[in-house]
């Protein structure tokens, strides 16, 4: 059974930075693609970035490309969202997640963690 463990989530000022990360179990971590979604009160699920499963194809959203920087470390089986210039509108529950295959689609994705909270205030 897949588990998605999320953490690092929290409360930031405007322009300030956090770092997610995101611990896997369940599957052969390095043969898939990984990915950040978020949801913010009132509005659908977005993607904010992903990457296939050898750490290329990164794709970003527009309202976070520049800022948003996503990475893996197959050896520790871990996804990691590094996020820097937060704005309030940043603010949401970030899911990782683990998609069907090894590379990214545009599909959503096949297992979820539980999210985190990211609160940025003004």
């Known amino acids: 059974q897949v588990q998605l463990v999320e953490s690092g989530g929290g409360l930031v000022q405007a322009g300030g930075s956090l770092r997610l990360s995101c611990a896997a179990s369940?599957?052969?971590?390095?043969?898939?693609?990984m990915g950040w979604f978020r949801q913010a009160p009132g509005k659908e699920r977005e993607v904010v970035a992903a990457?296939?499963?050898?750490?290329?194809?990164?794709t970003y959203g527009d309202s976070v490309k520049g800022r948003f920087t996503i990475s893996r470390d197959n050896a520790k089986n871990t996804v990691y969202l590094q996020m820097t210039g937060l704005r309030p509108e940043d603010t949401a529950v970030y899911y990782c997640?683990?998609?069907?295959?090894?590379?990214?689609?545009?599909?959503?994705?096949?297992?979820w963690g539980q999210g985190t909270q990211v609160t940025v205030s003004s």
């Open positions: 997640t683990q998609f069907r295959g090894a590379t990214y689609g545009g599909d959503s994705g096949a297992y």
């Open positions: 990457l296939n499963w050898n750490g290329g194809g990164t």
């Open positions: 369940g599957r052969t971590f390095r043969r898939y693609a």
